[in-house]
């Protein structure tokens, strides 16, 4: 149980504490540096969502890596989603990149993949993450070598798993922390 100090007691120094892992996100996390375009426009208009409505997450927990789900809405239409893309720190842990618009994203050690993770522990085509419009964002393992976990639960191959705001995603041991945005 934990004492409280009372009114006669000096408070104690709470900094030493070990603090659970929160995402903060707000303005000034955007990026400073304009976004690279692969010149296609599908990616120009994500690159320009992303600039104007994406705030990556600052995260305040061990691990260095996130993936950020969009999920863009029709301005006439609400209830319609219009379009799905990724942002992750992945690939460059200084920069974030934008993935393509797209149903479906592929996460290996090859330079093919929507996203790029260059290290010997993950397989070339390892995983991927995928979205369908009401369902929501998920993560299926592809056979790696290494194994996908989400929330520290190992993913049996070719499962597919449902993926929410704040699950601890890993890529053999590489740990990623997943947010989604609307």
């Not at 375009?37 to 409505?53: Q, R, Y």
């Not at 993560?139 to 194994?147: A, K, P, V």
Request: glycine letters at 4%; a neutral charge.
């Amino acid at each position: 149980m934990l004492d409280l100090p009372s009114s006669s007691q000096p408070a104690q120094d709470i900094s030493s504490f070990s603090q659970p892992s929160v995402a903060v996100r707000s303005l000034s996390q955007l990026p400073s540096k304009p976004l690279e375009t692969k010149g296609t426009p599908a990616f120009d208009k994500a690159s320009t969502l992303v600039g104007a409505n994406l705030e990556p997450p600052k995260v305040v927990s061990p691990v260095a890596y996130y993936i950020q789900a969009t999920v863009t809405r029709h301005s006439s239409q609400p209830s319609v989603l219009k379009a799905a893309f990724l942002t992750t720190n992945l690939s460059n842990l200084e920069d974030a990149k934008v993935t393509e618009v797209a149903p479906i994203w592929s996460i290996g050690r090859s330079s093919n993949c929507a996203i790029a993770i260059l290290n010997p522990s993950i397989s070339r085509c390892h995983a991927v993450i995928g979205y369908i419009p009401i369902q929501g964002f998920y993560i299926t393992d592809l056979g790696s070598s290494n194994g996908t976990f989400v929330n520290r639960q190992r993913l049996p191959i070719l499962e597919r798993r449902s993926l929410t705001d704040g699950d601890l995603i890993s890529f053999s041991h590489i740990h990623v922390e997943f947010f989604v945005s609307h």
